[in-house]
Nanobody, 126 residues
């Protein structure tokens, strides 16, 4: 499956952006789809995850809880990350990732995901 992340851009602190992760080549149904981010000099950091497509289970990093929301559109084979109340420390390249066989204990581990999108840059100015 190929993943395409989009929706990044430049926004002022307190603003909002919605990222999209669209899959081609195969349906995302049955997959766990996660969002990660990476800022310069840092490793890839877990942001949010939709666990096993129709489970209804979502998890968030503490740093984004209450501000970010992950959701899906079955018809569009797309997962979204709605980001509100953005802060300068949210500045990073955001990646989406997917895997069919992920277990719950591995959702925040980048190496657990088989498929990755190319990343989209989010810049939050103060």
């Amino acid at each position: 499956v190929q993943l395409q992340a989009s929706g990044g851009g430049l926004v002022q602190a307190g603003g909002s952006l919605r990222l999209s992760c669209t899959a081609s080549g195969r349906t995302l149904r049955g997959n766990t789809v996660g969002w990660f981010r990476q800022s310069p000099g840092k490793g890839r950091e877990f942001v949010a995850v939709l666990f096993r497509w129709n489970s209804g289970r979502t998890y968030y990093a503490d740093s984004v809880k209450g501000r970010f929301t992950i959701s899906k559109d079955d018809a569009k084979n797309t997962v979204y990350l709605q980001m509100n109340s953005l802060r300068p420390e949210d500045t990073a390249v955001y990646y989406c990732a997917a895997d069919q066989h992920l277990i719950a204990s591995s959702i925040s581990t980048p190496d657990s995901y088989d498929y990755w999108g190319q990343g989209t840059l989010v810049t939050v100015s103060s």
